[in-house]
């Protein structure tokens, strides 16, 4: 069973007779059902009765109803009420908006809305690009979903994805102040979903794609990079990527070994893992092999698509082949972002000496943490209640307010090596150990340091874009005067 968690946290209120060990007696049976205690709050007094509120971490909803059911087995205690704290949390959403400029009197309205909020308009109508510094463009991210791969709940539609987007826009705002909001599209048909955000798009100033399946969650980004003018990011891709790369800076550091000369071994090549080894190549590591369900791939492998095909094509230089248990053997690095349960100790145990070990796959990892620490000196996994938690909330905040703040529209492999570069010395050097190789996602450092990581990068790749420019126009003039001199009839008199 998993360790108790906040994300099945549970207050059981419960009447009980007055007597100087209730509490306790209510404690034990939580102990007992294998809860974690949180708050113990005496609500209601009566001269021979207590209404207490038990509230307590479990690992899932079926332990809880045991830990509310030992509660209830209690002699004397009745169980009045079960709330879910994680639903109560969602109650009415997690979202609100509110303006940034008072509207208390007949001025106020008159300048942000009519008659002078026209002035506004005419002067974006005139001059479009106005709109970024005249309206929430600037600051504002739209999250897009079509529900089709939502966390590891696979195809749940929009609807239901509707509480992890808010989250994610919460999670905007908290740590990076950027103003982002939900855009849950009922279709899942390709052509559709880029036609609706481009249609939405004057509104954002960047668009984050999120939980698209893939591969047309490709096919989504690449399109939408090419006809908007405004950056577009999938966070499951590329935010999985640039955390991971963070992550695996510092367990190399730990290790004593380099990027270039490790072996990696990845499970899962759909949108996460192909990002991930996109990033891990363009980094500079040479040893990579890409494992689906049927085994490694390299460049004679069959039935490829397109984003499969850059895998074969560009990893698994030595050729290995086989499953992915034959595959770990002798390998430095396992980055899992597959399925549960693929590997057990054993598997690991063949690894070399100083393995590490990223099984990411959520809620439930692709071989356990604790078996895996037996033999890897580094173990990180997606999870919150284990040591190394690999979470994208370290990377797309400030990614984004880079982005924003930078006003640039292109997203290149060097900004998302800055940004994971930027999380990495996050963990300073007197910090850095095997348990510890993230920052916190709650460290105040983290989205400011990676937001102006992505604001240099971005203008080292915008001056090198205008140099570049302004070496094909001098080609071209000087093409142009060549041309013009060489030519015996440009300068020809017309009078001859």
């Not at 749940?156 to 990076?176: D, R, S």
């Not at 991971?244 to 367990?251: D, G």
């Not at 007197?430 to 400011?448: K, T």
């Not at 203008?459 to 080609?475: D, I, N, Q």
Request: aromatic content about 4%; some cysteine.
């Amino acid at each position: 069973m998993s360790a108790p968690s906040p994300g099945y946290s549970i207050t059981v209120r419960a009447e009980a007779p007055a007597a100087i060990d209730t509490t306790g007696t209510l404690a034990a049976a939580v102990a007992a059902a294998g809860g974690a205690l949180t708050a113990l709050d005496v609500v209601e007094s009566r001269g021979q009765s207590l209404v207490v509120d038990v509230t307590c971490n479990a690992s899932d909803a079926d332990h809880a109803d045991r830990i509310t059911e030992q509660i209830a087995a209690v002699p004397g205690v009745t169980v009045r009420k079960v709330s879910d704290r994680t639903f109560l949390l969602h109650l009415g959403g997690k979202l609100e908006v509110n303006p940034k400029v008072p509207l208390k009197h007949r001025d106020d309205l008159s300048r942000a809305y009519t008659p002078g909020v026209a002035r506004v308009c005419l002067a974006i109508a005139a001059n479009p690009e106005d709109a970024r510094r005249l309206t929430i463009k600037r600051n504002t991210v739209a999250v897009v979903t079509d529900g089709s791969a939502v966390l590891g709940l696979g195809n749940i539609g929009p609807a239901a994805a509707l509480p992890v987007m808010e989250g994610k826009a919460a999670l905007f705002k908290q740590f990076a102040g950027v103003d982002a909001w939900p855009v849950c599209l009922d279709t899942q048909d390709t052509e559709e979903i880029i036609m609706i955000v481009k249609a939405i798009a004057p509104v954002y100033g960047g668009v984050n794609l999120e939980d698209i399946s893939a591969p047309r969650c490709f096919e989504i980004e690449r399109r939408l990079r090419d006809e908007l003018d405004i950056p577009v990011f999938h966070d499951d891709q590329h935010g999985t990527a640039i955390v991971v790369m963070a992550a695996l800076t510092n367990a190399l550091r730990v290790v004593g070994k380099s990027l270039t000369d490790v072996r990696i071994v990845v499970s899962g090549v759909g949108a996460a893992g192909h990002a991930i080894i996109r990033l891990l190549h363009a980094q500079g590591a040479e040893d990579i092999i890409g494992c689906d369900r049927n085994g490694a791939l390299d460049a004679s492998s069959g039935h490829r698509d397109e984003f499969r095909g850059w895998i074969a094509d560009n990893t698994n230089p030595r050729g290995v082949e086989g499953p992915l248990k034959q595959v770990l053997a002798g390998a430095d690095v396992f980055i899992g972002v597959s399925a549960p349960d693929l590997l057990d100790e054993d598997d690991i145990a063949t690894m070399n000496d100083g393995a590490i070990v990223f099984a990411l796959s959520n809620p439930d990892p692709e071989v356990d943490p604790v078996a895996a620490s037996r033999h890897a000196a580094v173990v990180a996994t997606g999870r919150s209640d284990y040591a190394n938690q690999i979470n994208n909330v370290l990377a797309f905040p400030g990614f984004f307010r880079g982005l924003l703040d930078a006003g640039v529209s292109d997203i290149t492999d060097a900004m998302m090596i800055a940004a994971a570069t930027a999380i990495a010395d996050c963990v300073h050097a007197d910090e850095l150990n095997a348990s510890y190789i993230v920052p916190s996602v709650f460290d105040p450092d983290v989205a400011p340091a990676v937001a102006a990581a992505v604001r240099h990068a971005a203008g080292a790749h915008e001056r090198h874009t205008e140099r570049s420019s302004s070496l094909a126009a001098g080609r071209t003039a000087d093409r142009t005067t060549s041309d013009e001199t060489s030519s015996p009839d440009t300068h020809e008199d017309p009078a001859r």
